[in-house]
């Protein structure tokens, strides 16, 4: 069983909604549609589902046109579960699951044993049976969700079309909800299309991706493909970042917040704290990041360093355009890092050394804030959200610096709070 969209482009009346969308999912495929408001995700299932028909291309399953279906064979085929699933008759929860059999009934048959059955059937597959005998306008927006689901897997369709199935739900509700079609396409054989406004839970769920921009197909294949930050800043025009889950191995989105220092400069806006202090960060291991984004926030020159290409304190001051010096992944620092690093900490006004782990990769970052503080008479603070010996994988050398650097006067803070009221005393 394939379902393939070739070549379609669909109108609403004068103006193009989709051009050129070309496509296809196979039997047991939970495919999600992703992208901006008005990039045509809604329109492309409502070309599926025949209600826009397209001017160009065509729509298959199993190589049978979809639009020269008779209207009971498509509705045998193809169920539909749109955005807005609102009944505002009193019918009992059964009532309306039965009404997707209506299909299979000759004119004015009614149902059968076996109809019920199968209604019960798809009640329990989608957790809902317990409501049967409820009215539905008394269901929450989640249970209400799993009954029309149910309804549309009662007439026992090929291919099932969702509409953000998961908007507006509470998160256990959004879970449930993919979860079951994950079930629904491993074990009933279904081919979905579901557009998905969360893109973390179209990865978490999603064989496959579809990101739509403007009508046209912007990215398609594994979200490893498609949500990258390039594509999502492109499509969104949103600053992300793209990481892989230590465990399930899957993308995860987090937003990048526009910087308000940049905010400021956009638009001539003077700060209170804008005291022309330059901060330097030592750090590494994403224990920067908070931090960056902090002082960036509260109008101060940050610099940072040395840090590895791919560690997310790396991609931060990409995205905040902060100076920073880099190493190669999973590299010790080399000398020109070092001078490099040295460089920047010349220059800056206060040292922050972050609650980095330190090995022997790294300890030559101690080593800089030793040299600000001793040799280049630089005030140095030491955030210690927990104890060096806890980060220290050095068999106690950076435990034993680190105790000489707070006797010489570096200044211990335990968070990052505690950083930002250090620098707002500090005078130049």
């Known amino acids: 069983m394939t379902l393939k969209i070739n070549d379609v482009d669909a109108y609403y009346g004068s103006v193009k909604v989709l051009e050129r969308v070309d496509l296809s999912a196979e039997k047991g495929e939970l495919l999600g549609i992703i992208g901006p408001n008005g990039s045509g995700k809604t329109t492309l299932l409502r070309t599926i589902a025949r209600v826009v028909k397209p001017r160009t291309g065509v729509i ?18 193809f169920a539909t579960v749109p955005q807005d699933t609102t009944v505002h008759f009193d019918f009992m929860a059964l009532d309306v699951v039965l009404m997707g059999r209506n299909p299979h009934l000759g004119r004015l048959e009614l149902e059968s044993e076996k109809d019920i059955e199968v209604a019960r059937r798809c009640m329990e597959l989608t957790n809902c049976w317990h409501l049967a005998e409820r009215p539905i306008t008394e269901l929450s927006g989640g249970e209400r969700q799993l009954v029309i689901i149910a309804r549309a897997l009662t007439q026992e369709p090929k291919v099932l079309l969702l509409d953000e199935p998961t908007s507006h739900l509470d998160i256990n509700y959004q879970i449930a909800i993919m979860e079951l079609l ?14 998905i406004h969360d893109l973390n839970l179209a990865a978490q769920y999603c064989d496959r991706l579809v990101l739509l921009q ?27 970042m793209v990481k892989r889950h230590a465990v399930t191995n899957q993308c995860y989105v987090s937003p990048i917040p526009i910087s308000k220092k940049g905010m400021r400069a956009a638009s001539s806006v003077a700060h209170d704290n804008e005291r022309h202090i330059t901060v330097h960060l030592i750090c590494g291991g994403g224990e920067g990041a908070p931090l960056l984004y902090l002082l960036s926030e509260h109008g101060y020159n ?17 995205h905040l355009d902060i100076p920073v010096v880099t190493e190669a992944p999973f590299s010790p620092i080399t000398e020109d890092a070092y001078q490099a690093h040295l460089a920047l900490i010349e220059k800056a006004d206060v040292v922050v050394l972050c609650n980095i782990p330190v090995g022997f990769g790294n300890l030559r970052n ?5 040299v600000a503080l001793e040799r280049l008479g630089k005030k140095v603070v030491v955030v210690e959200t927990d104890g060096l010996e806890k980060r220290d994988f050095t068999g106690g050398e950076a ?15 335990k968070n990052n709070d505690e950083v930002l009221e250090v620098l707002n005393t500090y005078k130049l």
């Open 60 to 77: 298959l399953l199993d190589g049978k046109e979809v639009t020269q279906m008779k209207a009971k064979e498509f509705s045998q085929q």
């Open 366 to 370: 101690i080593e800089a804030a030793e």
């Open 182 to 195: 994950k079930h629904l396409t491993r074990h009933e054989g279904l081919i979905i299309i579901a557009v």
């Open 214 to 240: 403007k009508g046209k197909i912007l990215a398609m294949g594994s979200q490893h493909e498609v949500l990258t930050a390039a594509n999502i800043k492109l499509a969104f025009g949103a600053d992300v």
């Open 302 to 318: 940050v610099t940072a360093g040395v840090v590895n290409l791919l560690d997310t304190d790396c991609e931060v001051t990409q």
């Open 399 to 413: 435990t034993k610096r680190l105790v000489e650097l707070k006797n010489k006067g570096a200044l211990v803070v």
